[in-house]
Nanobody, 111 residues
């Protein structure tokens, strides 16, 4: 089973930026990877996905602000988050599509 470890969360002011990282215990070269988030009292929702070939998809609410990328040599997936809004506050989870989940990292956007 693939183990995923997220990092990079924290407290940031509205309009700020954060970069989340997700390191996998095995090579991710052949996997599609994704980021999800869960805000307090809400269901977990899809944020972004990157396929093994590099193509990407995003939920409409983050398009133009978030960028998902991957470094297969480092077994790492990133989520660059710019122009953050309070409504982006959530626990962000890394996912091997169809497989493992990370433990999550908290992102709080507040002044």
């Amino acid at each position: 089973q693939v183990q995923l470890v997220e990092s990079g969360g924290g407290l940031v002011q509205p309009g700020g930026s954060l970069r989340l990282s997700c390191v996998a215990s095995v090579t991710i070269r052949l996997y599609s990877m994704a980021w999800y988030r869960q805000a307090p009292g809400k269901q977990r929702e899809f944020v972004a996905r990157i396929f093994s070939g590099g193509s990407t998809s995003y939920v409409d609410s983050v398009k133009g602000r978030f960028t998902i990328s991957r470094d297969n040599a480092k077994n790492t997936v990133y989520l660059q988050m710019n122009s953050l809004k309070p409504e982006d506050t959530a626990v962000y989870y890394c996912n091997q599509v169809g497989g493992s989940w990370g433990q999550g990292t908290q992102v709080t956007v507040s002044s």
